[in-house]
């Protein structure tokens, strides 16, 4: 099978290798589709994210959809030639943390396109069969992959707990962060504004209906903004591009007594940030890890309703041995470029 390695920093190696064989409880899956993460970007650019170091050739990819295989055990519910997409995560399901029904902090979590558990940027892939959701035919494959974004998406709002009514500004205007947008919306909440510094990326946000999209140094139509609201600003801020000047704003963007949920990554691990606003403002401070499985199952049923649109994001499709420069274009962030989809894939 074909499968793209990245070997070094902006480099990748199309290589043919031995396509893997399912174990006891996998299913073997032909990837259609597969997405550009920002974190696969954080490899791609940096070799790392925080303590994770690629120190040798590694197949990423950790947001894709396909068609099974080979069931084995998990065929009654998933035949052959069954549309799939498939939840990252694999947990133990015994620890302490898979035992408080929050398998995302695993004590043993395995994370497909995380080292050392490869992932979908490969013709083939095998998984366990309870990672697996049946993707149903109103979602077609260039969307599949941002099923796992949009899980993600979810699982930020579930952790600000009941938004409906509540004022929120959104940093970041990548996938994560507009999606976001569109499930604090769907849920009822009031997006005041977003900031993002790519111009294409403000026009995007807007064709999705967000009126309000600033430059991020744009102090003095922010301060409008707060002046709207109430005169304190926002009662939820949600950082979603994982830069630490963000990471600074959004303490100084909420309200006192506010929330500030941290859902960006920062690759490079250590960042200098001065959090005394946050202590003088009473802050209430939630971090992201991933998503949990009801989030992903969620993140299906609301695509395939149509109650959230996922097409606009699926303009940029390269075929697999354009990886290359799918990734390289998703680095330089080129104009229009908001999600770079590899498809057709295996």
């Given at each position: 099978?074909?499968?793209?390695?990245?070997?070094?920093?902006?480099?990748?190696?199309?290589?043919?290798?031995?396509?893997?064989?399912?174990?006891?409880?996998?299913?073997?899956?032909?990837?259609?589709?597969?997405?550009v993460c920002g974190?696969?970007?954080?490899?791609?650019?940096?070799?790392?994210?925080?303590?994770?170091?690629?120190?040798?050739?590694?197949?990423?990819?950790?947001?894709?959809?396909?068609?099974?295989?080979?069931?084995?055990?998990?065929?009654?519910?998933?035949?052959?030639?069954?549309?799939?997409?498939?939840?990252?995560?694999?947990?133990?399901?015994?620890?302490?943390?898979?035992?408080?029904?929050?398998?995302?902090?695993?004590?043993?979590?395995?994370?497909?396109?995380?080292?050392?558990?490869?992932?979908?940027?490969?013709?083939?892939?095998?998984?366990?069969?309870?990672?697996?959701?049946?993707?149903?035919?109103?979602?077609?494959?260039?969307?599949?992959?941002?099923?796992?974004?949009?899980?993600?998406?979810?699982?930020?709002?579930?952790?600000?707990?009941?938004?409906?009514?509540?004022?929120?500004?959104?940093?970041?205007?990548?996938?994560?962060?507009?999606?976001?947008?569109?499930?604090?919306?769907?849920?009822?909440?009031?997006?005041?504004?977003?900031?993002?510094?790519?111009?294409?990326?403000?026009?995007?946000?807007?064709?999705?209906?967000?009126?309000?999209?600033?430059?991020?140094?744009?102090?003095?139509?922010?301060?409008?903004?707060?002046?709207?609201?109430?005169?304190?600003?926002?009662?939820?801020?949600?950082?979603?591009?994982?830069?630490?000047?963000?990471?600074?704003?959004?303490?100084?963007?909420?309200?006192?007594?506010?929330?500030?949920?941290?859902c960006g990554i920062?690759?490079?691990?250590?960042?200098?940030?001065?959090?005394?606003?946050?202590?003088?403002?009473?802050?209430?401070?939630?971090?992201?890890?991933?998503?949990?499985?009801?989030?992903y199952s969620e993140?299906?049923?609301?695509?395939?309703?149509?109650?959230?649109?996922?097409?606009?994001?699926?303009?940029?499709?390269?075929?697999?041995?354009?990886?290359?420069?799918?990734?390289?274009?998703?680095?330089?962030?080129?104009?229009?470029?908001?999600?770079?989809?590899?498809?057709?894939?295996?």
């Amino acid at each position: 099978m074909r499968a793209a390695y990245l070997v070094a920093p902006y480099r990748f190696e199309r290589r043919e290798v031995p396509a893997p064989t399912p174990g006891k409880a996998e299913v073997l899956v032909r990837v259609t589709a597969a997405g550009v993460c920002g974190s696969d970007l954080h490899f791609y650019s940096a070799g790392r994210i925080g303590e994770v170091v690629l120190d040798q050739p590694f197949v990423m990819g950790h947001e894709f959809c396909g068609v099974v295989e080979d069931a084995g055990e998990f065929s009654a519910s998933f035949p052959k030639g069954t549309r799939v997409a498939a939840e990252p995560s694999i947990a133990c399901g015994t620890c302490f943390y898979c035992r408080e029904d929050r398998p995302n902090l695993c004590l043993n979590l395995t994370f497909i396109g995380f080292p050392p558990k490869g992932g979908g940027y490969a013709e083939f892939i095998t998984l366990p069969g309870e990672n697996l959701r049946c993707l149903p035919d109103s979602i077609p494959d260039p969307q599949g992959p941002l099923v796992e974004t949009l899980a993600v998406a979810i699982h930020t709002v579930e952790l600000m707990g009941d938004v409906r009514g509540k004022s929120v500004a959104i940093l970041g205007a990548g996938p994560v962060g507009l999606l976001t947008f569109l499930f604090l919306r769907y849920c009822g909440a009031t997006v005041a504004y977003m900031t993002e510094p790519i111009e294409s990326r403000r026009e995007f946000a807007q064709f999705l209906g967000m009126p309000t999209v600033l430059q991020p140094d744009d102090f003095q139509s922010i301060a409008e903004q707060e002046r709207e609201l109430d005169g304190v600003g926002p009662e939820f801020v949600v950082e979603a591009a994982g830069e630490p000047a963000s990471y600074s704003q959004a303490m100084q963007f909420v309200r006192r007594g506010g929330t500030v949920i941290y859902c960006g990554i920062y690759p490079y691990g250590a960042m200098s940030v001065d959090f005394t606003p946050a202590r003088r403002k009473e802050l209430r401070m939630v971090f992201v890890r991933r998503s949990l499985p009801r989030n992903y199952s969620e993140a299906i049923r609301l695509v395939a309703s149509g109650e959230i649109d996922l097409a606009p994001f699926c303009r940029a499709v390269y075929p697999f041995d354009r990886v290359a420069t799918a990734f390289e274009d998703a680095w330089k962030r080129v104009p229009g470029l908001v999600k770079a989809i590899l498809h057709p894939v295996g």
